[in-house]
């Protein structure tokens, strides 16, 4: 049984890795390398990874606005 890459806990196989190896071949340690983080893990950081994302153009595109209307950067322009 692996451990969850996003937050460190089993990640428990249903069916087990033994049942889908005997099913569908291979190993068992293939199926434990192949599903190494929860689902639902997986989904929340891919959510903060595009919000960060998403955030950082954001900020370029308002950076950038700013700067070709006034000369100023953001930060120059309102103080932040």
Known sequence: ????????????????????????????????????????????KRKQDTLALIRRIVKQQQDRSVTIRTGLTHKEAYGY
């Open 1 to 44: 049984m692996a451990n969850c890459e996003i937050c460190h806990k089993p990640v428990v196989l249903i069916p087990s890795a033994q049942e889908r190896a005997a099913k569908h071949g291979g190993a068992a340690r293939d199926y434990i390398r192949l599903f190494d983080t929860h689902a639902s893990c997986f989904i929340e």
